[in-house]
């Protein structure tokens, strides 16, 4: 089912707001994340407050971005998105006018909801600006910029703090959010929701439960698993074989590299049918899988290894499951199912480290990798036997 709406393309201008927006939640995300332990020592005052702090804007992703999606459905998904542009931008001027430590969670919380209403209305949005023939590429660009962000989040936030505290990593996402607010408000044509009959509670089940959701989106939550695993657990695997703090580092970059450059290529792939999204993300899933018995080997070498086929595969991933999604999915319900996606990534992105810590701590990390990884090969296989009995 095409949810391409009336105008048959959108020029670059429409879309660069919507990278931009992509960027910042990933940058929000993570710019914060990476830099709360070291750099707020007179506000992290344990690993249990660092961890409450983490959870916070998860937490509220989880929560709300389903809300914000089904509203992105009901109002259009311009509004939204611009709101929560907004929002974000004065969340985080809470804590730069504020700066202290119950002002700290209030802004990381606001965030957190912030984001949570922009960014499944920037993927509706991308689908809604292009043909369907066009989805590939226009997710894998999407998907792109917000690879940026996770990567340099760590990197320049780091540098950010390290120059003027938190306050000022703050100050540089308020100002990044209203400059993106003001720049889709600019660029961004009005896409008016689209009439769409009554639905029920039992109609979103039975369309939540169909394999033209759950297969795209399952694979979307054990790509964004294995990322997770690999950005926080690969260095831990590297200091534990006697690496430097460089080396780790890199690893963390190879991966986040391979993540970016894969998708828009993927997406390209798929739009002028080199690529199927079946053949694709099982594709993605065995190097997922496969990155992870990589990362069981000792030394730099499996560590890399890892990270480069972990990097790939979860790029290969990620736009063919947002464009699947979008193909599968009347327009008129856009918001609502990327919400429902991104809620299934951030299942993922809890679940895949919890396990793989769960894993660790009874045996090894490396067992934890190889569970994993098992777990991500076991969706093609099955999917396999399961053609080869219809076919038989």
């Known amino acids: 089912m095409s949810t391409a709406p009336a105008q048959q393309s959108a020029p670059a201008r429409h879309m660069w707001p919507l990278y931009a927006a992509g960027f910042t939640t990933a940058f929000g995300a993570h710019g914060i994340a990476a830099n709360l332990g070291g750099h ?3 506000t992290v005052t344990s690993l249990l407050v660092l961890g409450g702090l983490l959870a916070l804007y998860d937490g509220a992703e989880v929560l709300l971005k389903p809300v914000f999606g089904t509203l992105a459905d009901r109002i259009g998904a311009r509004p939204v998105l611009l709101g929560g542009l907004v929002a974000f931008a004065a969340a985080s001027t809470l804590y730069v006018v504020a700066d202290s430590p119950g002002w700290l969670w ?3 919380l606001g965030q957190g909801a912030a984001a949570s209403a922009f960014s499944p209305s920037a993927s509706a949005l991308v689908a809604r600006l292009n043909p369907a023939a066009k989805h590939g590429r226009a997710f894998g660009s999407y998907g792109f910029y917000k690879s940026i962000g996770y990567t340099l989040g760590p990197l320049l936030g780091g540098v950010l703090v390290w120059a ?3 306050r000022l990593l703050f100050a540089v996402l308020a100002v990044l ?3 993106v607010a003001v ?3 600019l660029a961004v044509p009005v896409v008016p929701p689209l009439p769409k009959a009554r639905q029920t509670v039992l109609d979103l089940a039975r369309r939540l439960a169909d394999p033209s959701f759950l297969v795209p989106t399952s694979a979307l939550a054990a790509a964004t698993a294995a990322l997770s695993v690999g950005v926080g657990f690969l260095p831990v695997s590297g200091r534990a074989a006697g690496l430097g703090t460089v080396a780790t580092g890199a690893a963390v970059s190879v991966l986040a590299a391979c993540a970016a450059v894969v998708q828009p290529r993927a997406g390209r792939a798929l739009d002028h049918g080199r690529l199927t999204t079946r053949t694709g993300i099982t594709a993605g899933l065995l190097l997922t899988a496969a990155g992870m018995g990589c990362a069981t080997l000792p030394g730099l070498t499996g560590i890399l290894l890892g990270a480069a086929l972990i990097g790939a595969g979860t790029g ?3 736009p063919l499951g947002f464009a699947a999604l979008a193909a599968s999915t009347p327009a008129e ?3 609502q199912t990327m919400g429902a996606a991104e809620l299934g ?3 993922g992105d809890a679940g895949g480290p919890l396990l793989v810590a769960t894993v660790a701590s009874l045996t090894t990390l490396t067992h934890g990798y190889a569970v994993l990884g098992a777990l991500l090969a076991l969706g093609p296989v099955l999917t396999l036997g399961r053609r080869r009995l219809a076919g038989g």
Do not use: C, V
């Open 40 to 42: 707020a020592r007179g």
């Open 106 to 108: 209030a802004a990381r």
């Open 164 to 166: 003027g505290g938190l």
């Open 177 to 179: 959010g209203a400059a």
């Open 183 to 185: 720049w889709a408000a």
């Open 316 to 318: 290969l991933i990620t």
């Open 333 to 335: 319900r856009l918001g």
């Open 345 to 347: 990534r951030e299942l």
